[in-house]
């Protein structure tokens, strides 16, 4: 399928989304919000899709929202933006966090807003070296959106998590990973491959099994030790029900490497 401000590819089992208006560091527009569902749409009725990989074509992963689709006239009527993100945001968010495989973000610039929030929505982040993360709403007047309120606190803590929001100072790669904000900060020309390497890499690992430890851990921020012990029992239950885990069990005894199928 034909795309305008996506750049959609399946290779190896690896899906890769790369946002596609660079000219305007890849802010979200409306046409761009119906291309990344339609290709996330495709990556999840596609069984062959073992891994995705989202970045940024050009300086910048994603700025957020372009802000020329939300611009108010003087004695206009306000835009009703919680509507926007019921539409779009929140949506893109919660198929990001439910997609039955690994979600890798390959940061290659700025990340700003929404943006950022989009990468931590991620399940592993990789920055370049020169990117940096902004929660940028507070210079506007708005709430951190697309699951921010949500990660931040859990990824860094109360304090840093309200100092990003309120103040909206620029995070480097390089703090952020320090932070644990995310996993893992390269040099700048290593990014693409290192993030590529990652993808294919766990494209080949036991997908089903990858699946329920990312649904184990999304479950466990809401649940005491007693309710998440249960799930583990759960989930472990169907993952010893799979083809991957037989294999796992039959390669380690006869001291070869797996050949996972991701089911």
Known sequence: MEFATIQFRLEDGVATL?????????????????????????????????????TGNGRGFCAGQDLSDRSVAPGAEAPDLGSSIETWY???????????????????GVA???????????????????ASF???????????????????PRLVGMARAKGLSMLGDK???????????????????????????????L???PTRGLALIKQALNQSFDNDLDTQLDVERDLQRDAGRTGDYREGVAA????????FQGR
């Open 18 to 54: 790369a946002l596609n208006r660079p000219e305007r560091l890849n802010s979200f527009n409306e046409q761009m919000h119906r291309e990344v569902r339609e290709a996330l749409s495709m990556v999840e009725q596609d069984q062959t899709v073992r891994a995705l990989l989202i």
């Open 203 to 205: 494209a080949t690992q």
């Open 90 to 108: 929140n949506p893109l968010i919660r198929t990001l966090q439910r997609l039955p495989m690994p979600v890798i973000a390959a940061v290659n």
């Open 252 to 259: 380690f005894m006869e001291k070869r490497a797996p050949e």
């Open 134 to 152: 902004t929660q940028a709403f507070c210079k506007i007047g708005l709430v951190p959106d697309s699951g921010g309120t949500w990660q931040l």
């Open 112 to 130: 700003a807003g929404a943006g950022a929030n989009i990468a931590l929505a991620c399940d592993l982040v990789i920055a370049a070296r020169s």
């Open 171 to 201: 995070l480097t790669a390089e703090q952020a990973a320090a932070w644990g904000l995310i996993w893992r900060c390269v040099d700048d020309d290593a990014l693409r491959a290192t993030a590529t390497d990652l993808a294919r890499h």
